[in-house]
């Protein structure tokens, strides 16, 4: 099926570019009149567009709806956002749901630098174990998606987010239909994948009232092992639209599981030899116990196989929204949110990797020499199950609820806009320890707190924080051609620990305990300056200056985060030494939109943007010790290490042949250099940052997209370029780039008049149809001579049918 699909890809293709009907535009950077959301989002579901610019002092970017379920019909809206330029987004699945291994970077901050929301409604900073939030992929399904918008440089001044150092992702949901209608689409393909959408819309009824219903149901298998992969989710809108205000409720529920990935750890040694993939044993319990008893984990050193390992996420998210238009001068849009979530991380693997004797030792005393003789060994066996395997749970709570109000006055030729966010979270977070019973194994697809009682609770962390967010802008229309944009926002967060389970002191490393009490982080005046001038109609040039601040993140026990730290005396030392994050963007660029006739090419859109950054007070978590492990986590110190500059140039630009072909390109350029080296250990040792090049972001990227439309068919193939990365602090590792190549065929088929079916559609797409094998996301785990790569997913091909009543 596979070696079919791409023939007829590239067949299919072929024949586009030779035949003499252009195929469909794809937008790179259309210059739109500034649009409220409402409209933004019926132009989305209008579009056919991959790339709009917006009329912005900054560099926006978006992907309407069409164009992501072209990608591969529902993938996540954050891989969507891989053929925008300055966007690097890899993970080890084809969907982008994986969450573990999910790696963003835009302009070289990493994804947890960057600000989320739906709708308005903030996200937190998509750490994994998230603590503030939910993925994209989690609050709405993507087929609802209307549109994603990403802001490359420095987000909107109103933007609900802790963490927008180096711009913003807003995702948008569709409004529902004006009329009555349902949506039935199902793909199915490699490794067993099936998905089952289901979308129910009302049309319009009474005075001005529309709601939509849908659900999904996803199921796979994970590419490398014999684990499954998906879930269910629902969403629902409903939107009342009259000339006094617009009044919106959206509700989401998610409920999935995503097997994770097992890294492969890479040395300077090790470099030739180190497996390719380390794929979980879990089902075949048989398999996995020989593996145990022939000593085959040992030789394989830090590359052993786990039993299974994943990610159980349950979500509920809810927003009422008013926009009242008080008079044709004045809007007063007012929005309370809710969130919960419910989740546990597992890892199911041997007792005596990544230094667990030792950590056990405290918890079950008693044994004779070392933690790891065969006689000690064998005793921490029995008491977790005689299976030779452990089950550690990070189980999570999130509850949090908001408020986003916004004020916009039209007085002359002034826009002016007044806002503010409030929102008041609790969390939870508890490492556990589970037996896994020879004569009972668990599964992935298990709570093991559900049926089991915990052989020990490492640690339990209670978190409760504050956030105040308030801004004021004015964007002045000096001339007709003249825009100036004149702001600032003030943010305020207050965030405490209670710790309600201490770990045992130095079963954390190098910890005595976690710290309780509280932290706060805040900066009254955080400015942007911006100008548009409308050189022509049809083009302009941009300028845009904005300061923002990365509040201390609160997660417990992990992260960047000062509730991680490993005793009160070092979390006071950070609150009297530590700053939190900050940056100056800087942005110059111009856009064109031109329709001409110049041979077979008829009209050409695009932006060029060149962006500096000052990114001051980076943060970086220093072990003190070299036995911490992502098995056993433990305490690190958490330093400023100084700062990073960058310097970089965005281009985006479609060649418009006609109606029916075009050719995207987005190429990138990015220098971002650490200015600082840092000291580790006691006795200090320098560790030789400063000048280097920040690990895991590409210096450059290219993205190619060839569309093309005739008769019933649509065409679509997507090269995807990344460079060269490093992949340690001091460059001394690296792997080299890459190219990727993704395509789609898809036909819609003609209805007759008077059938119950109004459309009807098939699709085939295939993801990396070279089979290339490369470093997906790298984790830069020492400052040199290791780190750890994921491995690119294989080729694979879904078929989907889409049926619309």
Same mark, same amino acid.
């Given at each position: 099926?596979?070696?079919?699909?791409? $023939?007829?890809?590239?067949?299919?293709?072929?024949?586009?570019?030779?035949?003499?009907?252009?195929?469909?535009?794809?937008?790179?950077?259309?210059?739109?009149?500034?649009?409220?959301?409402?409209?933004?989002?019926?132009?989305?579901?209008?579009?056919?567009?991959?790339?709009?610019?917006?009329?912005?002092?900054?560099?926006?970017?978006?992907?309407?709806?069409?164009?992501?379920?072209?990608?591969?019909?529902?993938?996540?809206?954050?891989?969507?956002?891989?053929?925008?330029?300055?966007?690097?987004?890899?993970?080890?699945?084809? %969907?982008?749901?994986?969450?573990?291994?999910?790696?963003?970077?835009?302009?070289?901050?990493?994804?947890?630098?960057?600000? &989320?929301?739906?709708?308005?409604?903030?996200?937190?900073?998509?750490?994994?174990?998230?603590?503030?939030?939910? /993925?994209?992929?989690?609050?709405?399904?993507?087929?609802?998606?209307?549109?994603?918008?990403?802001?490359?440089?420095?987000?909107?001044?109103?933007?609900?987010?802790?963490?927008?150092?180096?711009?913003?992702?807003?995702?948008?949901?569709?409004?529902?239909?004006?009329?009555?209608?349902?949506?039935?689409?199902?793909?199915?393909?490699?490794?067993?994948?099936?998905?089952?959408?289901?979308?129910?819309?009302?049309?319009?009824?009474?005075?001005?009232?529309?709601?939509?219903?849908?659900?999904?149901?996803?199921?796979?298998?994970? %590419?490398?092992?014999?684990?499954?992969?998906?879930?269910?989710?629902?969403?629902?809108?409903?939107?009342?639209?009259?000339?006094?205000?617009?009044?919106?409720?959206?509700?989401?529920?998610?409920?999935?599981?995503?097997?994770?990935?097992?890294?492969?750890?890479?040395?300077?040694?090790?470099?030739?030899?180190?497996?390719?993939?380390?794929?979980?044993?879990? +089902?075949?319990?048989?398999?996995?116990?020989?593996?145990?008893?022939?000593?085959?984990?040992?030789?394989?050193?830090?590359?052993?196989?786990?039993?299974?390992?994943?990610?159980?996420?349950?979500?509920?998210?809810? &927003?009422?929204?008013?926009?009242?238009?008080?008079?044709?001068?004045?809007?007063?849009?007012?929005?309370?949110? &809710?969130?919960?979530?419910?989740?546990?991380?597992?890892?199911?693997?041997?007792?005596?990797?990544?230094?667990?004797?030792?950590?056990? *030792?405290?918890?079950?005393?008693?044994?004779?020499?070392?933690?790891?003789?065969?006689?000690?060994?064998?005793?921490?066996?029995?008491?977790?199950?005689?299976?030779?395997?452990?089950?550690?749970?990070?189980?999570?709570?999130?509850?949090?609820?908001?408020?986003?109000?916004?004020?916009?006055?039209?007085?002359?030729?002034?826009?002016?806009?007044?806002?503010?966010?409030?929102?008041?979270?609790? /969390?939870?977070?508890?490492?556990? %320890?589970?037996?896994?019973?020879?004569?009972? +194994?668990?599964?992935?697809?298990?709570?093991?707190?559900?049926?089991?009682?915990?052989?020990?609770?490492?640690?339990?962390?209670?978190?409760?924080?504050?956030?105040?967010?308030?801004?004021?802008?004015?964007?002045?229309?000096?001339?007709?051609?003249?825009?100036?944009?004149?702001?600032?926002?003030?943010?305020?967060?207050?965030?405490?620990? $209670?710790?309600?389970?201490?770990?045992?002191?130095? /079963?954390?490393?190098?910890?005595?305990?976690?710290?309780?009490?509280?932290?706060?982080?805040?900066?009254?005046?955080?400015?942007?300056?911006?100008?548009? %001038?409308?050189?022509?109609?049809?083009?302009?040039?941009?300028?845009?200056?904005?300061?923002?601040?990365?509040?201390?993140?609160?997660?417990?026990?992990?992260?960047?985060?000062?509730?991680?730290?490993?005793?009160?005396?070092?979390?006071?030392?950070?609150?009297?030494?530590?700053?939190?994050?900050?940056?100056?963007? &800087?942005?110059?660029?111009?856009?064109?939109?031109?329709?001409?006739?110049?041979?077979?090419?008829?009209?050409?859109?695009?932006?060029?943007?060149?962006?500096?950054?000052?990114?001051?007070?980076?943060?970086?978590?220093?072990?003190?010790?070299?036995?911490?492990? *992502?098995?056993?986590?433990?305490?690190?110190?958490?330093?400023?290490?100084?700062?990073?500059?960058?310097?970089?140039?965005?281009?985006?630009?479609?060649?418009?042949?006609?109606?029916?072909? *075009?050719?995207?390109?987005?190429?990138?350029?990015?220098?971002?250099?650490?200015?600082?080296?840092?000291?580790?250990?006691?006795?200090?040792?320098?560790? +030789?940052?400063?000048?280097?090049?920040?690990?895991?972001?590409?210096?450059?990227?290219?993205?190619?997209?060839?569309?093309?439309?005739?008769?019933?068919?649509?065409?679509?193939?997507?090269?995807?370029?990344?460079?060269?990365?490093?992949?340690?602090?001091?460059?001394?590792?690296?792997?080299?780039?890459?190219?990727?190549?993704?395509?789609?065929?898809?036909?819609?088929?003609?209805? /007759?008049?008077?059938?119950?079916?109004?459309?009807?559609?098939?699709?085939?797409?295939?993801?990396?149809?070279?089979?290339?094998?490369?470093?997906?996301?790298?984790?830069?785990?020492?400052?040199?001579?290791?780190?750890?790569?994921?491995?690119?997913?294989?080729?694979?091909?879904?078929?989907?049918?889409?049926?619309?009543?």
């Amino acid at each position: 099926m596979q070696k079919l699909a791409i $023939q007829l890809l590239v067949g299919a293709a072929s024949l586009a570019i030779i035949s003499t009907a252009p195929a469909r535009a794809a937008d790179a950077a259309a210059a739109a009149p500034a649009a409220s959301d409402a409209e933004a989002d019926a132009d989305s579901q209008a579009s056919d567009d991959i790339i709009v610019t917006g009329r912005t002092t900054r560099s926006v970017t978006q992907v309407s709806s069409l164009e992501i379920q072209k990608i591969l019909p529902g993938v996540s809206p954050l891989k969507a956002l891989q053929t925008l330029p300055g966007v690097t987004f890899l993970t080890a699945d084809p %969907w982008g749901n994986n969450e573990q291994n999910i790696s963003l970077f835009v302009h070289g901050f990493n994804q947890q630098q960057l600000g &989320y929301t739906l709708d308005g409604v903030p996200l937190g900073d998509q750490q994994y174990g998230n603590y503030n939030g939910l /993925s994209p992929q989690r609050a709405i399904i993507s087929e609802n998606v209307g549109r994603v918008t990403l802001a490359s440089g420095a987000g909107d001044l109103g933007t609900a987010s802790t963490s927008n150092l180096g711009g913003t992702i807003d995702t948008f949901s569709s409004d529902p239909k004006t009329e009555m209608g349902a949506t039935i689409d199902q793909t199915v393909g490699s490794y067993s994948s099936f998905r089952t959408f289901v979308r129910v819309d009302s049309g319009t009824f009474g005075n001005g009232n529309s709601l939509y219903l849908s659900g999904v149901r996803q199921d796979g298998r994970a %590419w490398d092992f014999n684990g499954k992969q998906g879930g269910y989710q629902a969403n629902g809108k409903f939107v009342h639209d009259d000339p006094t205000g617009k009044l919106t409720i959206y509700a989401a529920y998610s409920d999935k599981t995503e097997p994770n990935e097992d890294a492969t750890v890479i040395t300077v040694a090790n470099r030739a030899t180190a497996p390719y993939v380390r794929p979980f044993l879990y +089902p075949d319990f048989a398999a996995a116990q020989t593996y145990l008893s022939s000593g085959a984990y040992r030789a394989a050193g830090s590359n052993y196989r786990n039993y299974y390992s994943d990610a159980q996420r349950t979500d509920y998210l809810g &927003y009422i929204k008013y926009d009242w238009n008080i008079s044709d001068k004045i809007t007063w849009s007012n929005q309370a949110y &809710y969130h919960h979530d419910d989740g546990v991380g597992v890892v199911a693997g041997p007792i005596d990797v990544a230094g667990l004797p030792g950590l056990f *030792s405290f918890y079950f005393p008693g044994g004779v020499g070392a933690p790891t003789t065969p006689a000690n060994l064998a005793r921490l066996s029995t008491i977790f199950g005689g299976s030779g395997f452990a089950t550690r749970t990070t189980e999570y709570r999130i509850d949090r609820g908001g408020l986003i109000s916004t004020l916009r006055l039209e007085l002359g030729n002034h826009h002016i806009e007044v806002g503010g966010w409030y929102e008041h979270q609790s /969390s939870s977070s508890f490492r556990r %320890w589970y037996a896994l019973d020879v004569n009972n +194994p668990s599964t992935p697809y298990q709570r093991p707190g559900d049926t089991l009682t915990p052989l020990i609770t490492q640690y339990g962390s209670e978190v409760r924080v504050d956030e105040i967010q308030t801004h004021i802008q004015d964007s002045w229309r000096v001339l007709p051609t003249l825009t100036l944009l004149v702001g600032f926002k003030s943010t305020f967060q207050k965030a405490s620990q $209670q710790v309600p389970v201490q770990p045992i002191p130095g /079963s954390f490393s190098n910890s005595t305990a976690l710290p309780i009490g509280s932290i706060n982080t805040s900066k009254v005046f955080l400015p942007q300056l911006g100008a548009l %001038w409308d050189v022509t109609g049809s083009d302009q040039i941009f300028v845009n200056a904005q300061k923002n601040i990365r509040r201390f993140q609160t997660s417990a026990a992990a992260g960047l985060s000062p509730f991680a730290l490993g005793s009160q005396q070092v979390f006071e030392d950070f609150k009297n030494t530590v700053q939190p994050e900050t940056s100056w963007t &800087y942005e110059i660029g111009a856009r064109t939109q031109r329709s001409f006739n110049f041979g077979p090419i008829t009209g050409f859109e695009g932006q060029i943007s060149y962006y500096h950054v000052d990114f001051s007070n980076r943060l970086l978590a220093i072990s003190p010790t070299t036995v911490i492990t *992502s098995i056993i986590s433990g305490a690190a110190i958490l330093k400023n290490v100084g700062s990073v500059k960058t310097d970089g140039v965005d281009f985006a630009g479609t060649l418009h042949f006609g109606s029916h072909f *075009s050719i995207y390109n987005a190429l990138s350029y990015n220098n971002s250099r650490y200015q600082d080296n840092y000291q580790i250990g006691i006795p200090t040792v320098t560790v +030789p940052t400063a000048g280097k090049k920040v690990p895991g972001s590409p210096e450059w990227t290219n993205k190619t997209v060839v569309s093309a439309n005739y008769s019933i068919f649509d065409v679509q193939l997507i090269g995807d370029y990344l460079g060269k990365r490093f992949a340690t602090f001091t460059n001394d590792l690296s792997v080299p780039g890459y190219f990727t190549l993704a395509g789609r065929i898809a036909a819609t088929i003609p209805i /007759s008049d008077g059938s119950r079916i109004k459309r009807l559609a098939v699709s085939l797409n295939v993801t990396n149809i070279t089979n290339k094998q490369a470093a997906s996301t790298l984790s830069i785990g020492a400052a040199s001579g290791t780190f750890n790569a994921f491995p690119l997913a294989p080729r694979q091909v879904f078929g989907t049918v889409s049926v619309g009543f």
